[in-house]
């Protein structure tokens, strides 16, 4: 353990323990070779904040689809890169359109989609655990985008 969460306590019936904030792994897990966890819808929202791109409205994992930029029917893949929050509003206003022939840019190119995604749900995660932005480098990674 590198830092308690706070001072909360693991408590069994023989012995309690600080609640760990940040571990330290004694054995590095290559996690590129590990099967990803969670849908690819999930991490597509978690990535795009729930946030519809298009319009930049907030929504939740109940209220928003997901768009294929290019479309399905015109060769667009089920992959991250192609695949952006949109409300439904936004979503059925595109329609099979590309977002130039619909006149509606994406807020973040798709460019910016190409990182990893299990790095974007840490990152989400770690909206609510300031003390873990030391160890994700959260702050250089917004200097050297800027
Ligand atoms: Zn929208």
């Known amino acids: 353990m590198v830092e308690a969460d706070g001072d909360r306590i693991l408590r069994s019936v023989h012995a309690s323990y600080p609640v760990p904030?940040?571990?330290?792994?004694?054995?590095?897990?290559?996690?590129?070779?590990?099967?990803?966890?969670?849908?690819?819808?999930?991490?597509?929202?978690?990535?795009?904040?729930?946030?519809?791109?298009?319009?930049?409205?907030?929504?939740?994992?109940?209220?928003?689809?997901?768009?294929?930029?290019?479309?399905?029917?015109?060769?667009?893949?089920?992959?991250?890169?192609?695949?952006?929050?949109a409300c439904v509003p936004c979503n059925s206003r595109k329609g099979n359109r590309t977002p130039l022939e619909a006149r509606m840019p994406l807020l973040s190119e798709p460019a910016a989609f190409m990182y990893d995604l299990d790095l974007a749900i840490l990152e989400g995660a770690a909206d609510g655990r300031p003390e873990w932005r030391k160890y994700l480098f959260r702050d250089e990674q917004i200097s050297a985008s800027a």
């Open 21 to 85: 904030g940040v571990i330290r792994l004694a054995r590095y897990i290559r996690g590129r070779h590990r099967r990803s966890s969670g849908s690819l819808r999930s991490k597509v929202l978690f990535r795009d904040r729930f946030v519809c791109q298009y319009c930049g409205g907030h929504g939740s994992a109940k209220t928003l689809t997901l768009d294929h930029i290019l479309p399905r029917s015109r060769g667009g893949h089920t992959s991250p890169e192609n695949l952006a929050a």
